[in-house]
């Protein structure tokens, strides 16, 4: 070998052993957290001290103070603003950026560098800011300089806000963690959100009271995260940042962690009446004790079928249900109504899914009706699993579905329709356990729960499986008297007979079922779904989330997105049982455009086909000829004359209202509703 090549191949085996080594080198351990070599020189008290209420001073000396954030920007309801106190006070500092809380989480000290920035006061509550423009206002610390004079200190400091009084509350407390205890909001606003989540985003004042009557403002955001949670009933306490507006006092929540009103109300009630999705908006978690409410539903489980856990009912309101654990024999029947009052009741989760656990020796009350109705919702297996959260413990059909995994209903099953599968469960108890599966496709009634993380479907008992007629078996409307009409008023415990809703709808098919909820919804919700909104009618587009709330005039909607089969592709569709002996058929109807400024528009057109499975359908002339909802708020009163089109027809006759076409425009897309449907003929 030559030498030059020895040299070589030394060389490269040098290198080899130079990069193995290099890549088993140990890396670096992170340095430790250093803190800032600053030390305050006065405390927030003395800062505070140095103020004169109505002027503004430019601080010009080297003076740092030190504190801990104990508010920021996280939730919204705090704006351009960290919040710090030490042991003395507390104070504001503007900072003209977002996501501030990123820098400046709660726990983390810092240290503010004084010279430069300007010391005053906002309606009496003391502020640091940076400078003033050419009206003397003042400006916040500019984003590229907050690091220069806002400096970060180690995170984690312990928070103890400090318990107090209402009585006790001064101005050395502005700015400061505090708590109150034994408070509670006004029996009147209970039905109420925190703030105005409409367009308008307005700041909500609610007035809260303990138990010896002293009062105090609570204020919150309409652009705080959590604007649109319904308000606490319960009495308890309330961890707050105290503030003032002249001579008002006022407090300000981080969010709805800082309030725990889970006990029973100064007067011990009355138990005030809410619905059970309210009670459910409740758990955000951790298991609570009730405050002073009652509610009310329908019962949906079958005591005597027995399949469901011993001492249980399931109860059902609108489009929300909960299990409630009464202990003891259940006699209720399937359609009881009754009012059950749960102040200091335990709402917990019981294995993946929400109950209400009553105290043992609850009195079980007695139906104030019988025979009630609910009509459950129709969904896909894969609808159910999807959304089990939202709808558990509420009446749901399954059409065209199988069962599987062994011959009787015993234990775990498999219930598999042409979306996905499920968990069929039916409880050892229960009267037909032994009974057989059936062995073709069914249509299944039960409700949904979770098990741990496992979705399960329970039906009540056997009835509950029917013969199929496939994805289209519905009822039907049966037209009696003319004009047929429909107003939707009553949406929240079900879509009307008849009346379904659908996503990827086209002209050659009715298109697969959508997911309504009855649960009422704002015009301005930008998730995608068939609703239950306000009616456009005695409503402007500026109503309020409150207004839209306790308006009883509901319409049928849709919100569209991006999402698969609702742009295009919705539709309301109405399934008629025939139109036998009726000739010159037609339909009037409001549609409604609900959400004001979008920046899209859908055209909408009327279409009819006949016959069990239809596959064309045919559009019909309408007046006004072109209708389409968004971008502005409005309400049109629609009429179609169908001529001798749908003269006694002995099939079903299907009547869709259907987006058909890509919306235009940019931006977000309409809030549609239909209203006031009526059916006429001669």
Request: charged share 15%; glycine share 10%; proline share 4%.
């Amino acid at each position: 070998m030559k030498s030059s090549t020895i040299v070589a191949c030394l060389a490269v085996t040098g290198l080899c052993i130079f990069i193995i080594l290099s890549c088993n080198k140990k890396f670096d351990e992170p340095p430790a957290y250093v803190p800032p070599n600053l030390t305050s020189t006065l405390t927030i008290a003395q800062l505070k001290a140095m103020h004169t209420m109505g002027n503004a001073e430019t601080i010009t000396t080297d003076d740092i103070i030190e504190g801990i954030v104990v508010a920021n920007d996280s939730s919204g309801n705090f704006y351009k603003q960290i919040i710090i106190e030490d042991s003395t006070a507390g104070i504001a500092i503007d900072i003209d950026d977002y996501n501030l809380y990123t820098s400046y989480p709660v726990g983390r000290n810092v240290f503010v560098k004084l010279n430069g920035l300007i010391l005053y006061d906002d309606s009496k509550l003391i502020e640091i800011g940076a400078s003033k423009d050419v009206n003397n206002n003042i400006n916040p610390i500019a984003a590229p300089l907050k690091d220069k004079y806002v400096i970060k200190g180690a995170t984690n400091a312990p928070l103890v806000p400090k318990v107090l009084d209402v009585s006790d509350l001064n101005d050395s407390y502005q700015n400061m963690l505090i708590q109150l205890t034994n408070m509670e909001f006004a029996e009147a606003d209970t039905s109420k959100t925190y703030a105005d989540t409409s367009a308008s985003k307005n700041t909500v004042n609610f007035t809260l009271k303990n138990c010896s009557g002293k009062s105090i403002t609570l204020r919150t955001s309409g652009y705080a995260g959590f604007a649109g949670v319904n308000i606490p009933n319960g009495n308890g306490s309330i961890t707050c940042i105290y503030s003032i507006y002249n001579a008002s006092k006022q407090i300000l929540i981080r969010d709805t962690g800082d309030v725990q009103f889970n006990n029973t109300r100064c007067n011990g009630g009355p138990a005030v009446q809410t619905s059970i999705a309210n009670i459910r908006s409740m758990y955000t978690g951790h298991d609570i004790k009730l405050g002073a409410y009652k509610i009310g539903g329908v019962v949906i489980s079958d005591a005597a079928n027995k399949n469901i856990a011993g001492g249980n009912v399931v109860l059902q309101d609108g489009n929300a249900g909960i299990a409630v654990y009464l202990g003891g024999t259940i006699t209720y029947n399937i359609g009881d109504s009754i009012v059950l009052d749960v102040t200091g009741d335990s709402l917990q989760n019981y294995n993946g899914s929400l109950e209400i656990k009553t105290a043992t020796g609850t009195i079980k009350p007695t139906p104030v009706a019988t025979g009630s109705v609910v009509i459950p919702q129709q969904l896909s297996i894969a609808q159910l699993n999807s959304n089990l959260s939202n709808i558990e413990y509420t009446l749901v059909k399954i059409l065209n579905a199988t069962a599987g995994g062994g011959t009787t209903y015993s234990g775990n099953r498999t219930l598999t329709d042409a979306s996905g599968s499920t968990t069929l469960f039916t409880s050892s108890s229960a009267t037909f356990v032994n009974n057989n599966l059936p062995t073709d496709a069914n249509d299944w009634i039960g409700f949904g729960k979770l098990y741990g993380s496992t979705p399960e479907f329970t039906i009540r008992n056997t009835t509950d499986v029917t013969a199929s007629a496939g994805n289209n078996n519905n009822d039907g409307i049966e037209l009696t008297t003319s004009p047929f009409a429909i107003n939707f008023d009553n949406i929240a415990s079900g879509l009307p007979e008849g009346v379904l809703v659908k996503i990827s709808s086209s002209s050659t098919s009715i298109g697969t079922d959508g997911t309504f909820s009855g649960s009422q919804a704002s015009w301005s919700n930008t998730s995608s779904g068939f609703k239950n909104y306000a009616s456009a009618t005695g409503l402007t587009a500026s109503g309020s989330s409150s207004d839209q709330n306790t308006s009883t005039n509901r319409a049928l909607g849709v919100k569209q997105t991006g999402s698969t089969g609702f742009d295009p592709g919705a539709a309301f569709l109405f399934d008629l049982n025939n139109t036998s002996g009726k000739t010159n058929f037609a339909l009037n109807f409001l549609l409604q455009s609900l959400a004001d400024g979008v920046g899209r528009t859908t055209t909408w057109q009327v279409d009819y086909a006949l016959g069990d499975d239809p596959t064309t359908f045919i559009p019909v002339t309408t007046s006004p000829s072109t209708i389409t909802t968004g971008p502005t708020f409005a309400s049109t009163p629609v009429t179609v004359n169908f001529g001798n089109a749908l003269d006694n027809k002995n099939s079903q006759v299907w009547i869709r209202i259907v987006s058909l076409s890509a919306t235009t425009g940019n931006g977000s897309r309409a809030s549609t509703g239909i209203d006031n449907v009526e059916m006429s003929w001669q």
